[in-house]
């Protein structure tokens, strides 16, 4: 059989070069859709952005206390320690993939509509599980549906995932000033808005391509698992992601209480996400030429320093500025380098259930339970103390890291992403 744009046989044996009109069908064929995806991305994250940042004042407007705050910021995080596991094996290897992220996204836009309708916490804690369930199991697919499109282009992944920086950047900048203007409730206009916006976008995502992961030999699933270093990899992410508990709970009130307006607060987090854009943009070649072991031990001694100068002086703007800055480190660097990780040690039809266990241990257990015992120490200790206390972790992920052997990734490969 021949492919489009490549050279055929004669019937006396030769071959003829594939037409100009051969070759251009050739390369429209294998384009990779970069812009359909640098959208969903886009779209995808503006909804985070518009929700992460400004749920926690708006629960508090409803005058729940810190414990149901960071509660009801753990259930958020919580439905990710088992929908993606399960999505994924249901996936795997079935071409339900896209099938599945549109179910999703149209089922977390509907359910959302129930934060309309009540303000007791045992209803938003349902709609906010229900929203959750329905959503969570999205962006590990559309992960792989990414990397797949890339093939062995797979540094470009940042530039396309800088774009979902950017929709998040637009988002918050936008919802802050409609707090200022219209109180806490303009959250749940703006935030349903995009979340209608993204079960429309999925009709334009591009499938992944056909036969992709069932042609890519790799490690078994339970193999690459058992690895030493998928273990440590593992236990870091979940401790990266849990330090982050009282930031996603928590900062915005923390900058409420020093008197930060709603337009202030969008900008310190658009200023920590547009770092992590001018990071995506230059992540490809920090990645190719630096040790991947190496960058992720100076990503969790630098996520440590973060939490430290939030916690330790609330009141010079400069040291916040500094430590919004390290957003670019302590959520970019370190995601592009789990993605790198993931990418390089789970293959073939593995690949969508690697990418689940990280959102899973990382994203699920490490954020849900950081954002729920950030509640209760934010009571206890105070923000000040609890900031702190949240470097205590990345610092005891920096100890394991020491024990990942020098070629982490699998085979020893480098490749970028």
């Not at 046989?9 to 594939?18: E, I």
Request: glycine share 10%.
């Amino acid at each position: 059989m021949v492919r489009a744009g490549e050279a055929s046989p004669k019937s006396d044996g030769t071959m003829t070069q594939a037409t100009p009109y051969e070759r251009e069908g050739a390369k429209r064929q294998h384009a990779v859709p970069v812009v359909r995806m640098s959208a969903f991305y886009f779209v995808y994250f503006a909804g985070v952005g518009a929700l992460l940042p400004y749920l926690s004042p708006y629960l508090e407007s409803l005058n729940f206390s810190p414990a149901a705050i960071g509660e009801i910021m753990g259930i958020l995080l919580a439905a990710r320690i088992v929908m993606p596991p399960l999505i994924a094996w249901l996936a795997d290897g079935k071409g339900w993939v896209i099938g599945i992220i549109r179910t999703s996204c149209f089922a977390a836009a509907v359910s959302f509509m129930g934060m309309f309708f009540g303000t007791s916490y045992a209803w938003i804690a349902a709609t906010v599980a229900l929203f959750s369930f329905s959503r969570d199991a999205t962006l590990p697919l559309f992960e792989t549906v990414t990397l797949n499109h890339l093939g062995e282009k797979a540094q470009r992944y940042t530039r396309v995932r800088l774009w979902g920086s950017i929709g998040f950047i637009v988002a918050v900048s936008c919802v802050g000033p409609a707090i200022d203007a219209f109180g806490p409730v303009a959250l749940l206009y703006v935030a349903q808005g995009l979340f209608i916006l993204l079960a429309l976008n999925t009709w334009f995502i591009p499938s992944a391509p056909k036969g992709e992961l069932r042609a890519r030999e790799g490690t078994g699933l339970r193999k690459a698992l058992l690895r030493r270093d998928s273990i440590v990899v593992i236990l870091v992410a979940m401790l990266v992601q849990a330090s982050h508990g009282p930031y996603y709970a928590f900062y915005s009130i923390y900058l409420e209480s020093h008197r930060f307006s709603g337009l202030q607060i969008g900008g310190m987090w658009s200023l920590g996400v547009a770092a992590e854009v001018l990071l995506f943009l230059r992540a490809d070649r920090l990645l190719g030429r630096l040790a991947w072991k190496n960058l992720l031990m100076v990503t969790l001694a630098l996520t440590a320093l973060r939490w430290l100068l939030i916690g330790a002086f609330p009141h010079l703007l400069a040291v916040l500025l500094a430590a919004q800055i390290l957003h670019a480190v302590s959520f970019g660097l370190f995601h592009a380098l789990l993605m790198m990780f993931v990418h390089g040690t789970f293959k073939g039809r593995s690949q969508a259930r690697g990418q689940a266990l990280y959102a899973s241990v990382g994203y699920g257990i490490g954020g849900a339970s950081g954002s729920a015992v950030a509640g209760h120490l934010w009571g206890a200790l105070g923000p000040q103390n609890t900031f702190m206390a949240a470097a205590a972790l990345p610092f005891v992920g920096l100890l394991l890291a020491g024990w990942l052997s020098d070629q982490c990734l699998a085979g020893g490969s480098r490749t970028s992403v």
